[in-house]
């Protein structure tokens, strides 16, 4: 197989775009569907101060890696859940790429809060870890932009990540969550940043390639505690039908996100059809993080196991290449 | 296990009612649940004369033999598409089945008109054979219905059917296909009988069971040409998703229902939700079959065969019991 650019030897064969691709020809074609999804679709407009969430894993660091190489310089955060063997290794490879793009990189231990990791946040909450990881991480990752001036938070939710999530948005059509999902979600002033996904329409097999080609060295295994998850089913599943059928994936979510438009707008005039919450958005007590309830349940959690909301950053960045272990602040 | 019912041997475990039964508490159980959804949507209404479409397979021959039982009484009407070793041996079962109820049932032999099958009249017109297959049933069943005096078609279209044809009209979005998917359709009075599927809310699994439990005699084998079809595709995605979480599919089909219902609503409203056609409907010049253009897709197909449109049925019924072929009308 040719590359379709420029006739040497392909590397990688993209069937959904029937073409394939060598190594440089591929990074390039990646780098502009990503500044295309970005500016199509308004995620970085001039002005903007984004950061990336980092887990260590493909997506992320190739997100970091591209966005700084497009001229979008980024810092990065990183939510160390306290997983054995799991959170110390992706941290590691986070300062590695934080070294390589000379930024910043903020760095939260769950540690320093409970005595516990998310594991045992989630069995005191009877949660799966998955539910109690995405309450950790939404505030988190909110605290960092509202703490230290960032106003969008970028994350590396790709193709497969978004079918997935919305395959099982649409087998339950579950209205309050099915119409909600979306390439880039709004800000609250002063109490939410904005929150994009550049990946939005590029597949894992991308992502990795781009990540393998650009000698980016990330963390291969995924989560312990996704693999009973349920979309890792729905992923298996849109695999089965990407093989047969190329290109099925992506117009899944292309298609959703016309029809989202329609629904949603129709929805803003005659009601009733998103399931848009009526009540009064409410800002915790607390901590000012949007919540309907008089305290959100970061800091509800927190104080029903008697500990101090104290969330703090260690930060590791560019002027801490030779410590190796970074400088607290 | 036992019955939850009567406490005896449970033949069949419902994990998505979480609930077993016997035989006969089952048939009771399916009886009922066909009788509330066809109350719950008024697909058969008082003064109505509704006829069953049959294919000679589980679903649509249990369902003749409970509409009937359930005192709705119904004909049947055959579309013979001349798929050798398949529609005969169908044909068949339907005749002894039409013996058994009383009722009559109507036969159209595709080889009365063309001199060929349904797979020739696909390669013809340069389609799939379920496109082609699906032309001459729409048309050929609306056309009894209108000839004969029926106002409402009946067909056995179950839960598994419903579900996979939905997730593949999910998966692309297309709206003008995805919204109008419903447990009834609307007649278009004296051009279109109204349409509705009494096993909506009814997996494979279920109505076969019913028709062994009854000593229903029906074909076993698929259609030929089905097996290449992605709806069997979705059909495994969507079994393999009920094994882990049983009950995901009637969720999917209900869910949908209701979202269906909103959306359908606020597209009145607002309109471009749906993609409703906003063409005049117009009917076929030459046999009043509803059509965009001026012929319909059958009486051009026809046309272009250069073959006579001269749709005959025949009739086979209670009053031939004896002579085994039925009394040509």
């Not at 594991?119 to 949660?127: F, P, S, T, V, Y």
Request: aromatic share 10%; proline share 3%; hydrophobic share 35%.
């Amino acid at each position: 197989m040719k590359c379709r650019v420029c006739g040497q030897p392909a590397s990688i064969n993209l069937r959904s775009y029937k073409t394939a691709l060598c190594d440089a020809d591929f990074i390039a074609f990646f780098e502009k569907r990503v500044q295309t999804t970005i500016n199509k679709y308004n995620l970085i407009v001039e002005g903007d101060v984004p950061i990336v969430a980092v887990s260590g894993g493909k997506d992320s660091l190739a997100l970091w890696h591209l966005m700084n190489k497009l001229g979008i310089p980024c810092d990065g955060i990183y939510i160390d859940l306290g997983i054995e063997g799991y959170s110390e290794t992706s941290l590691d490879k986070i300062k590695k790429a934080a070294e390589i793009l000379k930024r910043k990189v903020y760095v939260f231990r769950i540690r320093s809060v409970l005595d516990c990791g998310v594991d045992g946040l989630a069995k005191a909450m009877r949660r799966m870890p998955c539910s109690a990881c995405g309450m950790v991480k939404r505030y988190i990752m909110n605290k960092v932009c509202m703490d230290k001036g960032y106003n969008v938070l970028v994350t590396g939710h790709n193709l497969d990540d978004e079918a997935s999530a919305l395959l099982g948005n649409v087998l339950y059509w579950k209205k309050e969550y099915l119409w909600k999902k979306d390439i880039s979600l709004e800000a609250k002033e002063g109490h939410l940043s904005r929150k994009v996904k550049p990946l939005f329409l590029c597949s894992e097999r991308e992502s990795a390639a781009y990540a393998i080609m650009n000698g980016i060295d990330y963390v291969y295994d995924e989560c312990p505690f996704s693999m009973k998850a349920k979309s890792i089913t729905y992923k298996g599943m849109l695999n089965t039908l990407e093989e047969t059928s190329p290109g099925t994936k992506l117009m899944f979510v292309k298609g959703y996100l016309k029809t989202q438009k329609d629904v949603v707008k129709a929805g803003r005039v005659v009601g009733e059809v998103t399931g848009e919450d009526t009540r009064q958005t409410k800002y915790c007590v607390n901590c000012g993080y949007p919540s309907y309830t008089e305290k959100c349940l970061f800091c509800w959690t927190l104080e029903k196991f008697g500990i101090q909301n104290d969330v703090k950053f260690d930060e590791y960045g560019p002027y801490s290449i030779d410590s190796g272990h970074g400088v607290m602040t």
